[in-house]
DNA sequence: ACCTGAACACCGTTCAAGT
DNA sequence: ACCTGAACACCGTTCAAGT
């Protein structure tokens, strides 16, 4: 049986979703397909390459974004939590994502979504450090969160960690208060 | 010549800095300090625990807190700044406090600063949630802005990263958004 | 307490060669 | 275009044994 470069980033999602980050390896995933490992490298030039085209396709599969009609504080709140529940939809998805990010690698819908809602209420500048900035909060968050749930299951337990009784309470109240700082800058210019 | 704990970290932030944490090997690290590679598992059970021990003298080098003097806000910012400084510190510093703080390991060294100096103008519970906040915040931009810093070097070209004229500026922009949303929540729960 | 020597079970990647 | 087979240069970790 062939292969082609999406049936191999299929299979990669497969093996990442169930057995985490670490065990995605090359050899591993040639394994799965029922090849030799040296065949991925006619598809993806690297491990790189291939871990580029997985965090694109975890981005992809979120939610399709707010209407039109809502504000853009409400909005990039909810592009926000669209981010992150796509993160959190495949084991070790945010930390794919962000080392993606860190390389340069790979696409960039997390951002641009967050980036449109903002545009909304602010011009496209403001828009994008914003939204720059809390992408960085949702993937710094998310993939301690998850890391988090690997290492409980091994019976680690964790220092300081609020999150415990309420996932996701440090993120709802970084993005909350980020905003609403937001909102008060904008109004306090415009008084000006 | 034989080594204590110490001396194994000291030369694992050598190599950390110079070289990078892929280059952090438990050989190389071995090789450095003129041992045979099974020598480490002496002083650490693993190589984790070894950058967990990495990670606490990273966050620990940071500078002394802000005078007491300083209302909360300003003594955040400043212990905001001081965290991410010494987070930028060494190289690949960032990833490596990430990586153990989402694992349980490690001190908490950066997240009692924060919430320190929070503390002055806010309950404990919502100190440490803050606090929690910005570290994920600041985390993820050092994170992000210093694996960039190698893809920059190598050659490679980011997509929308707006960070590359003003370092630093997402961080700035976020925390002090983050901090003026606390600050409003502060000011409307005093008139209800 | 601290280290050696040797081994085990893996990695990512390259490359000539096949169909 | 897609893959095999074999190799190269590495990893982290274990363990019996030494001083």
Redesign the interface.
Known sequence: MRHDRDSVVDAALRILDEWGLPELTMRRLAAALEVQPSALYHHFANKQTLLAAVADRIQEAARPGPSPALPWYEATLAEAVNVRDALLAYRDGAEVV??T????????AA??RLAAALRRGHDPETA???A??????????A??A???L???SLG????????ASDPG???R??V???????E??EQSARVE
């Open positions: 962000l080392s990010r860190a390389l340069g690698l790979g696409g960039d951002h641009e994008g450090l914003v720059t900035a809390l992408l960085h909060l949702i993937l710094g968050d993939s301690l998850q890391q988090r690997q290492a409980d680690a337990v964790a220092p300081g960690t609020p999150d309470l440090v993120f109240l970084g909350e208060l980020l905003l609403s700082g937001l008060l800058a």
